[in-house]
């Protein structure tokens, strides 16, 4: 096992290995925006691309940790053994397959509200079908708890074991009940109801429940690594298992949800600074970089009076080695409507695609050493 650790830990933080993270978001990221033809410049800047591969793998994880969130919350509500129940772990397993039960349910009545999500009395549909997951979540936790903790609390004192039955019947499944409603209100928040796009409203609603439920059972499964092997393999291989696991998804979702990937991409080149949408006021040199090449409309290209110069106002969408690649401001909106992933309109995916890489031809790829920032734009 330590053999396999140091080939691990080798190739993970291998020069080769860091490059190629980097120069693979630095190709999807202008590939998106229809500039390739800067891609091997970034190749020349090595020392970037170790900034590049750090924040691309705390982006990855940052997107991790908001689809493992239910599993999260689990592990650190149940992490401690309890001093009453002798199979303990067997209570935490069952915490989590009746959580899965439970979610199913829940996806189902969100499919439900979605073909009311229009209605006058949406409100009070979704309110009723949220009471019935509530009342139906705390009898299955009764029911599939009550054999296995029943005969380790029926020989504590009464006050106590009262107690107890409280913080395992009612206590914990409520807050892991809480965990699933918050995690089911994000799907409703992403999807906005089903789209009137001329694709069949039960496609549409069966397509949404797989992909959902792919999640939540995708979200618990490190709950199940982590207690089973808890007390029988070590830190490494469990860490390892769930590792498999949580690239594993992320390569699924990311077929399933095409916008994934984009938005782990544009995190990585926010986080490590290539790219800025904050608009700027940029010093151009005439000789360098004629005035005809910038529209008064899309720059708002002000003259400096006496002298060869002029401002622009842009966003600096990649700055990358000595290359500035400076944008009019308007492609700020095109671009985040692209992170968005319309699930059955292909042609509207490809329609926000191809406006961006039209706005993107306005962009002017600068030499650093030859553009001056002055600052923000009053916009």
Not at 148 to 170: M, P, T
Not at 241 to 267: E, Q, R, T
């Amino acid at each position: 096992m330590k053999h396999y650790q140091k080939v691990i830990t080798l190739f993970l933080t291998s020069s080769t290995f860091i490059s190629f993270l980097a120069l693979m978001a630095n190709w999807f990221y202008l590939n998106k925006i229809g500039w390739l033809d800067l891609f091997l410049s970034s190749i020349i800047s090595i020392e970037n691309l170790f900034i590049v591969a750090f924040f691309l793998v705390i982006s990855f994880f940052l997107i991790v940790l908001i689809f493992m969130l239910p599993s999260i919350n689990i592990i650190m509500f149940l992490n401690k053994d309890d001093e009453y129940i002798l199979k303990y772990n067997e209570v935490r397993l069952n915490y989590v397959k009746i959580f899965l039960v439970i979610a199913t349910v829940a996806n189902l009545f969100f499919m439900v509200s979605l073909f009311f999500s229009n209605d006058y009395y949406s409100l009070y549909l979704n309110l009723f079908l949220l009471f019935v997951l509530i009342f139906t979540g705390l009898a299955l936790y009764y029911r599939g708890l009550k054999k296995i903790v029943s005969q380790d609390l029926s020989f504590k004192k009464s006050s106590k074991a009262r107690w107890k039955k409280i913080e395992i019947y009612v206590v914990t499944p409520s807050m892991i009940l809480l965990i699933l409603t918050f995690y089911s209100l994000s799907f409703y928040v992403v999807t906005k109801g089903l789209k009137s796009n001329g694709e069949s409203a039960w496609i549409q609603a069966v397509y949404l429940f797989f992909i959902f439920e792919f999640i939540i059972v995708s979200s618990v499964i490190p709950c199940f690594i982590y207690f089973r092997g808890m007390n029988e393999k070590g830190w490494f291989s469990i860490i390892t298992s769930i590792s498999g696991c949580l690239v594993l998804f992320i390569f699924i979702i990311s077929m399933l949800v095409p916008s994934i990937p984009s938005i782990i991409i544009n995190a990585t080149m926010k986080f490590s600074g290539i790219k800025n949408e904050s608009p700027r006021t940029y010093v151009v040199d005439k000789k360098e970089y004629p005035e005809e090449l910038f529209e008064l409309d899309l720059w708002n290209k002000r003259t400096i009076k006496d002298s060869n110069r002029f401002t622009i106002e842009g966003v600096s969408m990649y700055s990358f080695g000595e290359t500035n690649l400076v944008c009019p401001k308007n492609i700020v909106m095109s671009y985040g409507n692209s992170l968005s992933n319309y699930f059955f309109d292909k042609k509207e995916d490809d329609k926000v695609s191809n406006e961006l890489k039209r706005l993107a031809e306005n962009c002017i790829p600068f030499d650093k050493k030859s553009l001056k920032n002055i600052g923000m734009s009053k916009d």
